[in-house]
């Protein structure tokens, strides 16, 4: 079975902070994701890597940084914290090969991050 | 652009019922793949069922089973025999073919099953 795990379940911060959220999956998939989800707006990608030191950005990139030094893990920094990141993030890992986006996300249990 | 449309914000059930979850989307697209993705209350997300939209037959994974208009860019799931377990957030969800990884996802239906 796929593992994905992340760091923390609940988080709290305070603004201004560095925060990081990290994600380790244990399949050796190539591609990874952080999602944020929000009541309402259903989930929105914020970065994906598709290989170690690969990233792109999302639909919501703005604030956030990723870093995938290690093909296992992929960790998302708030590099200062502000009280509209407060939400649930949620890490995705995808295997690769020819029809890569028809493979399962296997999706880790999210961290409900609070900045206050 | 993608855009993906779950027009039920909430809806609910008797146990033992059927019930469908509607989901519409938006591209310009010929090859994609369609996905309805379940989010139990403080569970991890899981896959329900995905359709391939080249396929003319309907997906159907047990209790679980899709209507797939792909002219009318519709996408529904429908849960038979709903059982206490059912409740959750489902999500719908698009990717493309050939192209970037990524999903775009709908905002979600939850969905409570009564006893």
């Known amino acids: 079975d796929v593992k994905v795990t992340q760091s923390s379940r609940y988080l709290v911060k305070r603004t201004g902070e560095k925060v990081f959220l990290e994600c380790v999956q244990d399949?050796?998939?190539?591609?990874m994701f952080w999602y944020r989800q929000d009541p309402g707006l259903g989930l929105r990608l914020i970065y994906f890597s598709y290989d170690v030191k690969m990233k792109e950005k999302g639909d919501i990139p703005e604030g956030y940084s990723v870093s995938r030094e290690k093909k296992e893990r992929f960790s998302l920094i708030l590099e200062s914290a502000s009280t509209n990141q407060t939400s649930m993030y949620l890490c995705?890992?995808?295997?690769?090969?020819?029809?890569?986006?028809?493979?399962?996300?296997?999706f880790g249990p999210g961290t409900r991050l609070t900045v206050l | 652009a993608q855009t993906v449309t779950q027009s039920q914000p909430e809806m609910s059930v008797q146990e033992a019922e059927t019930v469908t979850l509607s989901c519409t989307y938006d591209?310009?697209?010929?090859?994609?793949?369609l996905f309805w993705y379940k989010q139990p209350p403080s569970r991890q997300m899981i896959l329900v069922i995905r359709q391939e939209a080249y396929k003319q037959q309907n997906a159907t994974e047990n209790r679980f089973s899709v209507n797939f208009q792909k002219a009318a860019k519709s996408f529904s799931l429908k849960i038979s025999d709903s059982q206490l377990g059912d409740t959750a957030m489902y999500f719908c969800?698009?990717?493309?073919?050939?192209?970037?990884?990524?999903?775009?996802f709908g905002k979600g239906t939850k969905l409570t099953v009564n006893p």
């Open positions: 995705a890992t995808i295997a690769g090969g020819a029809r890569v986006s028809y493979n399962e996300q296997f």
């Open positions: 591209t310009s697209e010929n090859n994609y793949y």
């Open positions: 399949m050796d998939h190539e591609n």
């Open positions: 969800a698009f990717g493309t073919q050939g192209g970037s990884e990524k999903l775009v």
